[in-house]
């Protein structure tokens, strides 16, 4: 997996690869690629959202409980 950033390109768009994974797979200017994106999440919104979503209260040590509990990880 290769994390680009997404940045404006006069009326376009374009995603930065970083120069490492280019030499790493080979890729060169102009070559054509087929992606497959994914959103990158933040995992600690991800779990404060989760905690305000279902009024969680409590310690920290509660909370994680709550959350593995309720992901079904234990």
């Known amino acids: 997996m ?10 376009s768009y374009g995603i930065l690869i970083p120069k490492k994974d280019m030499v790493d797979m080979d890729l060169k200017e102009d ?3 087929i992606l497959d994106i994914t959103k990158k ?16 209260d409590g310690s920290t040590e509660e909370i994680i409980k709550e959350v593995r509990k309720d992901l079904g990880v234990d």
């Open 31 to 33: 070559q054509e690629v």
């Open 41 to 56: 999440e933040n995992p600690l919104k991800e779990l404060f959202g989760f905690a305000k979503k279902n009024k969680i």
């Open 2 to 11: 290769i994390a680009g950033k997404i940045k404006k390109w006069g009326n």
